[in-house]
């Protein structure tokens, strides 16, 4: 990653000047970290779920691995919960916002 310089619009003499263009990049990497966050609480419901089915076979496997597998689903849930209800209330304060 490369540190550019911060150049000012406002500098007098200025030759070039720069248009600002919104990043395309910077949007692409919120989709990929929002992608990347509900794959990482799939994937611990679906330990959860493993762990859980594991001990229902009578497998060799800790009461309290199961318990702690079932408890970090559960907190990355309702994490993800609210970061959605508090996207859907935004949406809705910006859509009672008049023009």
Known sequence: MQ?????SPFQIGQAQRT???????GEQSFKQALTTALEKVNEAQLQSSAATQAMA???PIDLHDVMITANKASVAL??????RNKVVEAYQ???RMQV
Request: proline residues 4%; without cysteine; charged residues 35%.
């Open 78 to 83: 309702q994490g993800t919960l609210e970061v």
């Open 93 to 95: 304060e910006m859509m």
């Open 57 to 59: 076979r009578k497998e």
């Open 19 to 25: 248009e600002v263009k919104p990043e395309v990049a």
């Open 3 to 7: 540190i550019q310089a911060i150049q």
